[in-house]
């Protein structure tokens, strides 16, 4: 048959096309002469973390062109499995979860790939990209040969890494290097078995050839529970640590091969309440050119840092959350606009290497759309049914966020005042398990507030038979050391004096839904009670819209949103979840907004939901959108914790 043979031709002609693709791309390591080999050639990257999670897919490319023509030839990003994987077998990798665009993207821009996908990231990023969903079983040893938390990997890189394999550099592709796990010598579980399952699934799914490796922190200590054989072991630390001294570190987990620093801090993260961080460009140059000299391989953590849309920040402990940016006082900023850090580090690098002829693409240009008038929906008490349509979970006592099958967000919890309170009495979670900040009402009338690790009683009045709403923020997982499995809602008993509140009722909300649905502007009328100024209002939805002007070319272009006089709470632009503001507290007080966000074709609408008072009632209230990001504002001293940069001790 004739067709039987031409496929046997081409099944001959496809290995023969393997055979010699495979035989001029390798990346291997030379043990011998210290160094990575890419197709036989010594080689060395230098390369900047990117996380694509953290930017809307319009603007990969041009953050990636940017990183090219600095001199890089590689970049380095994170997969987090909670982005692609929100519900157990549920995979979303279209739209700003397409990995494989990004990769393509990199590559068809001359970039090799230094793939780190977990299971854990750290990262900054909820639960260290672990989905939460793994807290359905409560006592879940993660990052350990936990039976169920293994089960639940190897499904999710049974996806996975047949997906990736393609994109390996001996494949055709642009990763050249893969990382298993993140920094496990940091982590007190030290289970050496998991290290070992992890490098056997990641062989069973990529094969021999690529090479695996770990990255923990600079000294002996870290690399103890860390490295293991079989990972190529590589080290991070930041400016403020003794180059030798780290990489003698290394060479005692491997006394040869090449020198490799996985992330070298070019700034440093954020928390609400603490001062942002800056790291100077000549304590950078110092480094970097310390370690260039030495031939070691440097990856930049950030090269660009991005944005916390929605809910994905992370946080540490003693429990401190991450603010929505992520500029990391990178090279880049969180607009991808360049700096002179960017360009001090682009002459740095040209001493070492050739970088790329042609213009460095311009940063973006910014747009002050100016003042928008806000008007008051209603509060989130009043939009039960439009945010809880399946109705109220009861039990005698309050369950968490993962019992009650929501992973991020809101949830109102409802009960009575069993008794009267007619003295100012505590209302109180001595277990401190409030998780993360709770908005109090009692008959629709804000009482207070309660913050784990900060406020854990305030003192209310009310009759029996008073209704009394928490509202349940979570502010985002611990993403780092000992305490990930971090449940949320109200995790232990909430007391009223001595009484132990029971007899709850447990809205959980999709407000993310009802939001982009537009529901809560579907009925007009304005329920809230006004409240006067400064004093708290129970948690409210507002809304506003403006129109890109006309006449003037390049519209629409980024913004930033500030919200004079309001206090805390979520903001969405038609419909997109652009993540929290709390300029109460600072140091972030603008939002970022890129351009793909607005519409020149209809009004953009803007919602938002205030948890403690907005500066509307009365009026007038607004926001405002300027063309200046405003991330560092000063700090109330009270709230700041003594913490050394770029020490990771400082975060447990
Ligand atoms: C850095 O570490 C090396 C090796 O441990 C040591 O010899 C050197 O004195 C250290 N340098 C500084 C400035 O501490
Ligand atoms: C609550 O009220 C009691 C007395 O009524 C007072 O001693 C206590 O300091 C108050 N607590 C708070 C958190 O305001
Ligand atoms: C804003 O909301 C209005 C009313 O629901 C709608 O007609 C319009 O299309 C929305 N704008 C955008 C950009 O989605
Ligand atoms: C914030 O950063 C800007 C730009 O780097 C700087 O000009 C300003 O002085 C800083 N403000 C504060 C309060 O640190």
């Not at 994109?167 to 796990?181: C, D, H």
């Not at 929501?406 to 009960?415: A, I, P």
């Not at 959108?625 to 447990?652: C, S, Y």
Request: with cysteine; charged share 20%; aromatic share 12%.
């Amino acid at each position: 048959m004739g067709s039987a043979r031409s496929w046997v031709w081409l099944f001959s002609f496809l290995a023969f096309l393997h055979t010699a693709l495979a035989a001029t791309r390798s990346f291997t390591i030379d043990y011998e002469h210290d160094c990575f080999r890419k197709d036989g050639e010594a080689f060395r990257y230098i390369s900047g973390s990117i996380h694509y999670s953290r930017i809307p897919r319009v603007y990969w490319k041009d953050r990636l062109l940017k990183m090219y023509m600095a001199g890089l030839n590689a970049i380095q990003t994170y997969i987090p499995w909670n982005f692609h994987e929100p519900s157990p077998g549920q995979y979303d990798f279209s739209g700003d979860r397409d990995l494989g665009h990004f990769l393509k993207l990199a590559q068809d821009l001359g970039l090799l790939v230094i793939l780190r996908p977990g299971p854990y990231i750290c990262a900054e990023w909820d639960m260290g990209g672990l989905p939460a969903w793994l807290l359905k079983k409560k006592d879940i040893v993660l990052r350990s040969s936990d039976q169920d938390y293994i089960t639940a990997v190897d499904k999710w890189m049974g996806k996975l890494l047949p997906m990736i394999k393609p994109y390996l550099y001996q494949n055709g592709g642009p990763i050249i290097t893969v990382q298993v796990e993140n920094e496990y010598g940091s982590y007190f579980a030290c289970d050496y078995n998991y290290l070992r399952h992890l490098t056997k699934l990641f062989r069973s799914h990529l094969g021999d050839e690529v090479v695996l490796f770990t990255t923990d922190g600079g000294s002996l200590g870290y690399l103890k529970c860390g490295s293991i054989q079989g990972l190529y072991a590589t080290v991070d630390f930041g400016t403020a640590s003794n180059v030798t001294a780290c990489f003698e570190a290394q060479r005692h987990a491997e006394p040869h091969g090449p020198l490799v620093n996985s992330e070298f801090y070019t700034g440093w993260l954020d928390h609400w309440g603490e001062r942002h961080w800056m790291v100077p460009t000549a304590a950078i140059l110092k480094s970097l050119n310390e370690m260039l000299s030495m031939g070691a391989n440097v990856n930049m953590y950030m090269f660009f840092g991005g944005t916390n849309f929605g809910y994905w920040n992370g946080a540490n402990t003693p429990y401190a959350p991450q603010p929505t940016s992520y500029d990391y006082d990178a090279p880049l900023t969180e607009a991808g606009d360049l700096t002179d850090k960017y360009f001090a580090i682009r002459d740095l690098i040209k001493m070492y290497k050739e970088i790329p002829k042609g213009a460095v693409p311009p940063s973006t240009p910014k747009y002050a759309y100016g003042v928008v008038p806000m008007k008051t929906l209603r509060t989130v008490s009043d939009a039960l049914d439009l945010l809880a349509f399946s109705g109220a979970v009861k039990s005698l006592y309050p369950l968490t966020f993962i019992e009650l099958g929501q992973s991020f967000g809101f949830v109102l919890y409802r009960t009575t005042l069993p008794v009267d309170c007619l003295t100012p009495t505590p209302l109180s979670s001595p277990m401190n398990g409030v998780h993360d900040r709770a908005y109090v009402s009692v008959d629709g009338v804000a009482v207070g507030i309660l913050e784990r690790n900060k406020v854990i009683s305030i003192n209310i009045t009310g009759k029996a038979g008073s209704q009394l709403d928490i509202l349940v923020e979570n502010l985002g997982r611990v993403n780092f050391g000992k305490d990930i499995n971090d449940f949320k809602g109200l995790v232990s008993n909430v007391n009223l004096g001595s009484n132990v509140l029971t007899g709850w009722l447990m809205y959980s909300l999709s407000i993310d839904e009802a939001v982009r649905e537009g529901r809560l502007q579907k009925e007009g009328s304005v329920l809230s009670a006004p409240a006067p100024p400064s004093s708290l209002s129970p948690p409210t939805f507002y809304a506003g819209s403006f129109v890109i002007p006309d006449g003037i070319p390049d519209l629409p272009q980024d913004t930033y949103i500030q919200f004079p006089n309001w206090r805390k709470g979520q903001v969405w632009i038609n419909g997109f979840n652009l993540g929290r503001y709390w300029p109460a507290r600072g140091p972030q007080v603008t939002l970022y907004v890129p351009a793909n966000l607005l519409s020149t074709a209809a009004p953009n609408n803007i919602t938002i939901l205030e948890l403690e008072s907005a500066p509307c009632d009365p009026g007038p209230c607004a926001v405002e959108f300027t063309n200046t990001p405003f991330i560092n504002a000063t700090v109330t001293p009270t709230l700041t914790r003594p913490r050394r940069l770029q020490v990771k001790e400082d975060l447990l």
